[in-house]
């Protein structure tokens, strides 16, 4: 299939002119020293994307006025009074109720909140509400995980206000058509996503991608993108995506990290110490996605050694150095073998499994192979095999290893994009690593009389006071 994979960077509101005036910069310019550091870091991860929008960009400003000005002549938008309590650093207007001590109710905020009354233009949200309580009762998957789901439906049904997508009080946002104030950042930054793919100006470019399958949030920007942006899309006679996923929080010490926390960590400086993949590995493989998880280097350095170091990469050590040492590094003719029935469905299970999201689940089925693979080696000992010099069944057994490892290589690159690219090499293979599974996944594709070529180990094991 044709996969467009977009992200970027919200840029606009009160919270980033107040950092940029506090650093001396115009907010542009603090954001243009900021956004290289995002991609250097999505690089030095191997994240891959199709387009990096910025709000600020001149394509999605227009698509945000464009958007303004028809919801203005259908009458979805319009002008009223606003007044309420309004937290400058959330960017959100809160009911007296809610407030916690006249304090923001956010748990990562918690700051002093101001009486602001101002006229805006509002978004007519609470004409939807109908149409999205039939949405959620009619596609009870849409949200997940199940928690933010009901979390959305409870609110539908305490009922919906209108929207207020306008500020007066600052101007640091996309100008309003026909000028009185900006629009406001939780307006404007939903429209990246139909921006990015030319809403309105390419209707064959758009409708190749959108709705889109699936839109990845963090859990406490969910109602924005459940109850505002399916509305906005309806008013604007468009689909809502077909999956919005709440991601959970990382958190230390029991508490979310972040930099308004004060808490947060370097990720350069794990990438240094654990690799790309290492990192990469334990983000996916530790916690449920969607649930939060606790981080601690501790954590990060047992399942590196455990299940990076030792149970992936020795095995791959052991199969070439045997390799080296029984058939001068060439792959044998394969034999009689159990793993082709025993794990048929091993890579659609895990195709399925990443399409859901599950990615420690994922991880856990492909490990199944890892061990599988690990106990053929303690179990039916090659050493024994070769010693006693049964040509015909150590060939058998060499070439199951090999081939084992040409399936990880291949079910890994998603997760692993740099070691298993390694394996790949030192297979003696070139291409194909990133071909469609259904052709690469078939028992028996590693031609025998390839020449492998032990290299430098995938993950040298560390010694734990390095990751104290």
């Given at each position: 299939?044709?996969?467009?994979?977009?992200?970027?960077?919200?840029?606009?509101g009160?919270k980033?002119?107040d950092?940029a005036?506090?650093?001396?910069?115009?907010?542009q310019?603090?954001?243009?020293?900021l956004?290289?550091?995002?991609?250097n870091l999505?690089?030095?991860?191997?994240?891959s994307?199709?387009?990096?929008?910025?709000?600020t960009?001149?394509?999605h400003?227009?698509?945000v006025?464009?958007?303004?000005?028809?919801?203005?002549?259908?009458?979805d938008?319009?002008?009223?009074k606003y007044e309420g309590?309004?937290?400058?650093?959330?960017?959100?207007?809160?009911?007296?109720?809610?407030?916690v001590?006249?304090?923001?109710?956010?748990?990562?905020c918690?700051?002093?909140?101001?009486w602001?009354?101002?006229?805006d233009?509002?978004?007519?949200l609470?004409?939807?509400?109908?149409?999205?309580?039939?949405?959620?009762?009619?596609?009870?998957?849409?949200?997940r995980?199940?928690?933010?789901?009901?979390?959305m439906?409870?609110?539908?049904?305490?009922?919906?206000?209108d929207?207020?997508?306008?500020?007066?009080?600052?101007?640091?946002?996309v100008p309003?058509?026909?000028?009185?104030?900006?629009?406001?950042v939780w307006f404007?930054a939903?429209?990246?996503?139909?921006?990015?793919?030319d809403?309105?100006?390419n209707?064959?470019r758009f409708?190749?991608?959108?709705?889109?399958?699936?839109?990845l949030?963090?859990?406490?920007?969910m109602?924005?993108?459940?109850?505002?942006?399916?509305?906005?899309l309806?008013a604007?006679?468009?689909?809502?995506?077909?999956l919005?996923?709440?991601?959970?929080?990382?958190?230390l010490?029991?508490?979310k990290?972040?930099?308004?926390?004060?808490?947060?960590?370097?990720?350069?400086?794990?990438?240094?110490?654990?690799?790309?993949?290492?990192?990469?590995?334990f983000?996916?493989?530790?916690?449920?996605?969607?649930?939060d998880?606790?981080?601690?280097?501790?954590k990060i350095?047992?399942?590196?050694n455990d299940?990076l170091?030792?149970?992936?990469?020795n095995?791959?050590?052991?199969?070439?150095?045997?390799?080296?040492?029984?058939?001068?590094?060439l792959?044998?003719?394969?034999?009689?073998s159990?793993?082709?029935?025993?794990?048929?469905?091993?890579?659609?299970?895990v195709?399925?499994?990443?399409?859901?999201?599950?990615?420690?689940?994922?991880?856990?089925?492909?490990?199944e192979?890892v061990?599988?693979?690990?106990?053929?080696?303690?179990?039916r000992?090659?050493?024994?095999?070769?010693?006693?010099g049964?040509?015909r069944?150590l060939?058998?057994?060499?070439y199951?290893?090999?081939?084992?490892?040409?399936?990880?290589?291949v079910?890994?690159?998603p997760f692993?994009?740099?070691?298993?690219?390694?394996?790949w090499?030192?297979?003696?293979l070139?291409?194909?690593?990133?071909d469609d599974?259904?052709?690469?996944l078939?028992?028996g594709?590693?031609?025998?009389?390839?020449?492998?070529?032990?290299?430098?180990?995938l993950f040298?094991?560390?010694?734990?006071?390095d990751?104290?």
């Open positions: 299939g044709d996969a467009f994979f977009l992200t970027g960077t919200d840029e606009h009160q980033v002119a950092a005036a506090a650093a001396g910069l115009s907010p310019e603090w954001c243009d020293r956004i290289p550091k995002w991609q999505f690089a030095r991860f191997n994240i994307y199709d387009d990096f929008i910025r709000t960009q001149l394509r400003e227009l698509v006025q464009r958007v303004f000005e028809r919801l203005r002549e259908t009458g938008v319009y002008l009223g309590w309004y937290c400058s650093n959330d960017e959100t207007f809160w009911l007296e109720s809610k407030l001590n006249g304090r923001c109710p956010n748990p990562e918690g700051r002093e909140v101001q602001l009354s101002e006229d233009w509002f978004f007519r609470s004409k939807y509400r109908d149409r999205l309580l039939q949405h959620f009762l009619a596609h009870p998957d849409w949200v995980p199940r928690s933010a789901y009901n979390e439906v409870s609110m539908l049904n305490e009922g919906l206000e929207f207020s997508i306008s500020r007066s009080s600052f101007d640091w946002g309003i058509p026909g000028g009185g104030g900006v629009i406001y404007d939903l429209l990246n996503y139909i921006s990015a793919i809403w309105s100006q209707d064959a409708h190749k991608y959108w709705p889109a399958s699936v839109q949030i963090g859990k406490e920007i109602r924005f993108h459940t109850l505002v942006w399916p509305a906005v309806w604007l006679g468009e689909e809502a995506p077909q919005v996923f709440a991601h959970g929080w990382i958190t010490d029991g508490q990290i972040g930099k308004s926390l004060g808490n947060a960590i370097d990720p350069f400086a794990l990438i240094d110490r654990f690799g790309s993949d290492g990192v990469r590995y983000l996916l493989r530790e916690g449920h996605f969607g649930s998880f606790s981080y601690s280097e501790a350095a047992q399942r590196y299940e170091a030792n149970d992936l990469g095995l791959f050590r052991r199969t070439l150095s045997m390799l080296e040492r029984y058939r001068n590094s792959v044998p003719q394969p034999g009689e159990v793993f082709p029935e025993r794990f048929a469905d091993l890579p659609t299970r195709q399925q499994l990443i399409l859901d999201l599950r990615f420690r689940d994922a991880l856990e089925a492909i490990w192979l061990t599988a693979l690990n106990r053929e080696i303690d179990e000992k090659p050493w024994a095999i070769y010693k006693a049964d040509v069944a060939d058998a057994l060499m199951d290893l090999c081939e084992g490892l040409r399936w990880l290589a079910m890994l690159a692993l994009p740099e070691r298993a690219a390694l394996m090499k030192q297979l003696g070139e291409s194909g690593l990133r599974w259904r052709e690469t078939v028992w594709g590693l031609a025998a009389g390839t020449q492998t070529a032990l290299g430098d180990a040298p094991r560390l010694e734990l006071a990751a104290s």
